[in-house]
């Protein structure tokens, strides 16, 4: 391999990054940069217009100038660190734009060496298609691509050269722009660490301590008015739920319950799923409260939820879910002859792709959106992720928080949910069907009928 060329391996990672979610997490760093720039007046008119006489007003000034320091250093890391995710997702975005050309080119290249022959090997047939110009403009036969020796690429040669090159140089630059740009991103993050201040808490046992003291729940509750306190386009601002580590109930499920449990049961649909648009508008009404109140809770308009439930709840009964997913573990197994993969039809997939619940989730994206570790889920954990994938009220909250996630990786991620278009409705429902794959021509269907359903999803929850 020439200097400055690489392979699309390299950097074939691009395909699933995502500037724009990287952009709303500088967002979200840059919004609480501008809370604490809020509290910095109030802190120094009380700090410097204060006076206070008695046997502890040292003290009490002193507190006062640690407490107006601690913000300004906060709100500079807060700040610092926003501009290092800026600018990296700046980068990234020019990364895969260079990404991109390279494919074009690398798509190219493959058709005009398929023009001398076909691959004959397993081997050659799955090789990136510079590889396979490397070997065929060799003649070495490693990879055993064409019948080589036979075959005359000297027609083919400059025009293939340049196309290697270029899909090569086009990698390159991808990787190069990427590998750079995290690298100084990382520094400015370790730098923006650097400024918060240290703090250090004398106590055996961690201290909840807004949730100790009434006034401040108060003030957080009379604060959270406040623009600042919620990003643009987003829900409510919840409080802070740490991954489940090894937890069997995560934080995030915990939370969900506790919402559920002020809301009106929800009708279940395992045995017998709707059919028709009467009992689809029917089983929207019956579960209208449960899908405004996780459309608030996410920042969702309550009639996107509705329009997804519209299109998922008419699936397959539970039953044939459980079957499936049995089956497909059973076939995961080292001593089976099959891979799961393998199966026939609909059997087919991991059994992590499985879907469960009326508007259907992957067990994968459920662990994920609950704040499991997918890839090193107990089967106590499992099992506790379909358990809350097929109760039907679970179900609902868990599918709209991954449309609010959707919705942050999109281009209207600040969009307030009262303000999203059909358009843009229309748009999260093929990146709900489609995940990166979106813009195929299967999600951008599921989208469009999404839309034209959108309006009977919307009367049913009125």
Not at 180 to 198: N, W
Request: hydrophobic share 35%; aromatic share 6%.
């Amino acid at each position: 391999m020439s200097d400055g060329l690489s392979y699309r391996k390299d950097v074939e990672f691009l395909e699933n990054c995502n500037p724009p979610l990287v952009e709303r997490n500088a967002d979200e760093l840059r919004r609480i940069q501008a809370l604490l720039t809020a509290v910095a007046p109030a802190a120094e008119r009380a700090e410097k217009h204060t006076e206070w006489r008695s046997e502890g007003s040292a003290n009490y000034t002193a507190r006062l100038t640690e407490g107006r320091r601690l913000v300004d250093e906060l709100a500079e890391a807060y700040g610092h660190a926003a501009g290092a995710l800026r600018r990296y997702a700046e980068a990234l975005t020019l990364a895969k734009a260079y990404y991109s050309n390279g494919l074009v080119n690398e798509q190219a290249l493959a058709d005009l060496i398929h023009t001398k022959g076909t691959a004959i090997t397993r081997t050659a047939q799955e090789a990136e298609p510079m590889r396979q110009w490397e070997d065929m403009r060799d003649t070495t036969g490693v990879l055993d691509f064409f019948a080589e020796l036979t075959m005359d690429v000297d027609d083919i040669r400059d025009e293939a050269d340049r196309l290697h090159d270029a899909a090569g140089g086009d990698f390159n630059l991808a990787r190069t722009t990427e590998q750079e740009a995290r690298g100084l991103c990382v520094h400015e993050l370790e730098q923006a660490y650097d400024l918060v201040p240290d703090f250090q808490v004398f106590l055996t046992e961690r201290v909840d301590v807004a949730a100790a003291m009434p006034d401040l729940r108060r003030e957080a509750t009379e604060a959270s008015s406040n623009p600042a306190t919620r990003l643009l386009g987003s829900g409510p601002k919840q409080d802070y739920y740490p991954a489940a580590g090894q937890e069997l109930v995560s934080p995030t499920l915990q939370n969900i319950r506790m919402q559920l449990a002020s809301l009106p049961g929800a009708t279940d649909s395992y045995w017998i799923p709707p059919s028709g648009d009467q009992e689809k508008t029917e089983w929207i009404r019956a579960n209208k409260d449960i899908i405004k109140a996780a459309a608030h809770n996410s920042g969702l308009p309550p009639s996107m939820v509705a329009g997804i439930a519209w299109k998922e709840i008419a699936g397959q009964p539970g039953p044939l879910d459980d079957i499936t997913d049995t089956i497909r573990e059973q076939a995961h197994s080292p001593l089976s002859p099959i891979g799961p993969e393998n199966l026939p039809s609909r059997l087919g997939g991991h059994p992590d792709e499985t879907s469960f619940g009326p508007i259907a989730i992957q067990v994968r994206r459920g662990a994920e959106v609950l704040g499991y570790d997918p890839d090193n889920l107990t089967d106590q954990q499992r099992a506790m992720v379909e358990k809350a994938l097929q109760d039907p009220g679970q179900n609902i909250f868990i599918a709209t928080e991954y449309l609010a996630q959707l919705k942050a990786e999109s281009d209207f991620a600040d969009v307030p949910p009262e303000e999203m278009t059909v358009e843009q409705q229309q748009e999260l429902a093929a990146r709900y069907n489609g995940g990166p794959y979106w813009e195929n021509d299967q999600a951008q269907r599921y989208g469009r009928d999404f839309a034209h359903h959108l309006d009977q999803a919307r009367n049913a929850i009125r």
